[in-house]
């Protein structure tokens, strides 16, 4: 299994709601990022885990917190975000060894709006 | 600041010719990699190819090969026999201050 899969692909939500979204891999990875990605521009690292330990933290706001409660899972717990954090979030995944110098294998992303 | 660049943003090749993307990239580290990623419309992104800096031979994947030019610090990338499936946005990466940077993206058509 080659995928990493991210739920949900869409998601619309207002500045005072509490939402997640879900990354999974099943390749044995123990790495897992999360991008944000706007509209005609290249994907911006948020958070690096590695081995399930935050090794990355690229200052994004409070309102983003990360959470990787096993080695296949990764969510990212979304509060009072503001319009600006509309954008495609990315999810990807990698062997451990060797950090970001390795092959990234991407999820096809959420798509978040907010209101 | 370490940086990569793309000073292409749209390109276009007709089915079956060759065509190069360009990526130029600053860094004072002396070990690094770069990637090329591809990110076709609404799909996944994925790797297409990856250069190790301390490796004087260009990196080959198929279709796919690179222009490594350490000196020059460029790194294009060349599709040869280009295919309508190809058409996508494609990223010039490199990790660098421990931080994933991507280009700015050059959007790469193929017409029939």
């Known amino acids: 299994d080659t995928e990493v899969t991210q739920t949900p692909k869409h998601l619309v939500m207002g500045m005072t709601n509490k939402k997640s979204l879900k990354c999974e891999q099943h390749m044995g990875h123990r790495a897992m990022y999360w991008y944000k990605q706007k509209a005609k521009k290249p994907p911006e690292l948020m958070f690096v885990?590695?081995?399930?330990?935050?090794?990355i933290n690229e200052s994004v706001p409070s309102r983003f917190s990360p959470e990787c409660p096993n080695s296949s899972l990764l969510n990212l717990h979304l509060h009072a975000l503001q319009p600006e954090d509309s954008a495609l979030y990315l999810c990807a995944s990698s062997q451990d060894r060797g950090g970001l110098y390795n092959e990234q294998f991407f999820g096809p992303g959420t798509r978040l709006t907010v209101l | 600041a370490q940086t990569v660049t793309q000073s292409q943003p749209e390109m276009s090749v007709q089915e079956a010719e060759t065509v190069t993307l360009s990526c130029t990239y600053d860094t004072s580290e002396s070990n690094y990699y770069l990637f090329w990623y591809k990110q076709p419309p609404s799909r996944q992104m994925i790797l297409v190819i990856r250069?190790?800096?301390?490796?004087?031979q260009n990196a080959t994947e198929n279709r796919f090969s690179v222009n490594f030019q350490k000196a020059a610090k460029s790194f294009s990338l060349k599709i040869s026999d280009s295919q309508l499936g190809d058409t996508a946005m494609y990223f010039c990466a490199s990790p660098l201050d421990n931080d994933m940077r991507f280009g700015a993206g050059t959007r790469l058509t193929v017409k029939p």
């Open positions: 885990y590695s081995y399930e330990k935050l090794s």
């Open positions: 250069q190790e800096a301390y490796k004087q």
